[in-house]
Structure formats: C-alpha cells, structure tokens
C-alpha cells in the first residue's frame, strides 16, 4: 500500500505531478505557479520538472488567465489555473459565468470544457483585505459549474486527480488555512464519487454538516460533546454543487436534528439552501429546526478580528446546544 502522511498543500501538489505524468494534455496557469511554486508552494517542483511549456507564470491578469484556459480546452488541453487569492477571482467571474459555465449547453453538448479553476479561499491567516474570502456560493449559484472543496489531504489527492478528468469545468475550492494539516493518503486506493458527502465521524444526536476548513472544527466540537455525553455525527459535505442531499437525509433521519457550518456569510449560503432541501425532505423526522453557523453578513474583517469573525468551537456547539434543547 502506498500510504504516507502529507499535508494538504503536498497532496494537491503529488495529484497535479501524477496528473501531468499522466496526461500531456494537463497544463498549469497562474500568478507565480511557475518558478516561484505558487504563493503557498503548492505547485513547487512542477516548473523545474515540466518546463516552461506545461507550467505557465501568467500576468496578472485573471480574467485573462481563464479566458485562455477556455481557448486550451476548446483545443483539447485540459487546463489546471490557480487563482492566487480567493478574493482575486472577480475579476475573472465574467469569463467564469458567462462563457466557461454555459458552453456545453450553447454548444448543445457538442463540446467539453474541462478546465479546473483552483481558488485558496477562508480565513485563519491573518491576512489583508481580499485574502480570506469564503465565495463559494457565487459559483455553486451557477448552473454548469462544479463547486467543491476537500478538507484533509487523501481527499485533497482524490478529489483533484478527479477534477482534472472531468470533462466539466470545476471550481476546486482549497482550505489555505489547513494547508499544513497533516493527513494519511493512500495513493493506490479507489476513491469514492467527486461529489459523494462522507460521514467522518458517527453519532446519534445530533449531525453536524461542514466542508473544507470547518470539518475540523465541526470534528472538535464533536469531541468536546462526548465528554457531556452527547453523541454528534459529523458529515463532509466535500461538494457544494451538486450536493449529496441523500447522504445529508439518511443522518438526519437517524440523528433528527442537524447544524450547518461554513466559514461564508449565513445569509444566502450553502447552509440556507441545505436547511430548505432536509426541511423539505425530513419534516416528519425533525425535533428541532435546522440551524446555521458561519460568518456573519459584513465584509471580512481586518486580521486582528477574524477570530471573532469566523465560526469556532464555541459557536458550533452553542448551536448544538440550541438544537437539542428542543
């Protein structure tokens, strides 16, 4: 078995490297990806070993960076850009939006855009204005794109390596702030479907529902519950467009109630549209409403307040709380 422990960043980094050993058609764009390694190293290595040719430092110029992306596609490449920040990614959402995601049905189904578009996106690093946004929902919205994000390194590897063979774009959102999270990945083991949510943690209170970097939080509080004697199932959510809402049911079905966690804004976000859809479908089986925890509806604030912005243990278990309080 070829297991070893890596974090999330040299996960990424192995699954780009196999892809392109792989494949000759898989290339890789972006702001410093080149001979730098990209701002978080991700793709250190890639320029030296595959040249200037597959491994592409663009300006900075996002918009750009996509549009051509969609040209090397329509050619049959199969382009990997990196976005360096997450709140760097408007300038290309244009060209995101209204060309990469509706092509396919434009061409009525005559032709395949498989381009993945990496965005490190959430808070935690203390970082400056349009470093540390959470805007997945503004993609997951639109249909014809795939919206997902992994939150430890076997699913960061998998996850990845199935993107890049996707003949549909995919916008593959990475965690920055676990990307030294240390996990086991297993490179010979036959991963699950791209876009299946995965129970992390079995409980029969109460079912706490999180991707990317809340999972981990959403697994301490977890764990903090136990010693109060409260059972807690933990779900990764791993895909936010589609979404495993049969996966989300069968838990809270068991569980009957459930808590939704991101790091983006409550208003308008993921756990909106989750608490609607196991509303709707778990009506008879709930004994408490569902219940959000995530950011708050402000822009992001400046480092030395992000704690008090972004969800933490302490939220998600006044949640849990809440619900069983009913």
């Not at 192995?14 to 764009?29: F, G, H, N, Q, Y």
């Not at 794109?145 to 063979?165: E, F, G």
Request: charged share 25%.
């Amino acid at each position: 078995m070829a297991v070893q422990k890596l974090p999330i960043a040299k996960a990424i980094n192995e699954s780009l490297r196999k892809a392109m050993e792989t494949d000759p058609k898989v290339l890789i764009m972006g702001e410093d990806v080149g001979k730098l390694g990209g701002v978080f190293r991700v793709t250190d290595g890639l320029f030296k070993d595959f040249g200037e040719d597959r491994v592409i430092d663009t300006p900075l110029a996002e918009s750009g960076i996509v549009g051509t992306a969609i040209g090397l596609a329509l050619r049959g490449y199969r382009p990997v850009v990196e976005i360096q920040f997450d709140g760097f990614v408007f300038p290309a959402y244009d060209q995101i939006v209204t060309q990469l995601a509706k092509m396919h049905a434009r061409a009525l189904g005559k032709i395949k855009l498989p381009v993945v578009v990496r965005i490190p996106y959430g808070g935690g690093i203390g970082a400056v204005e349009h470093h540390s946004e959470s805007p997945e929902t503004l993609f997951a919205h639109v249909a014809g794109l795939k919206v997902v994000s992994p939150s430890n390194a076997s699913d960061a590897y998998w996850m990845m390596q199935q993107a890049i063979q996707c003949d549909d774009p995919v916008i593959f959102f990475e965690p920055k702030r676990r990307y030294w999270d240390k996990g086991e990945l297993d490179t010979e083991a036959i991963p699950g479907p791209l876009h299946a949510a995965r129970t992390v943690r079995d409980g029969s209170d109460l079912t706490l529902v999180a991707y990317g970097p809340m999972v981990k939080v959403c697994l301490e509080a977890a764990a903090a519950a136990q010693e109060e004697g409260k059972s807690i199932e933990v779900v990764d959510l791993r895909s936010m467009s589609p979404i495993d809402f049969d996966a989300i049911q069968a838990s809270v079905e068991r569980t009957r109630r459930l808590v939704v966690v991101h790091e983006a804004p409550v208003f308008y976000g993921a756990g909106a549209e989750i608490a609607a859809r196991i509303t709707e479908r778990c009506f008879y089986h709930l004994e408490a409403p569902v219940l959000r925890v995530g950011g708050y509806h402000a822009p992001y604030p400046p480092a030395r307040l992000e704690e008090e912005y972004l969800p933490g243990l302490d939220r998600v278990l006044d949640a849990v709380d809440r619900s069983l309080a009913y």
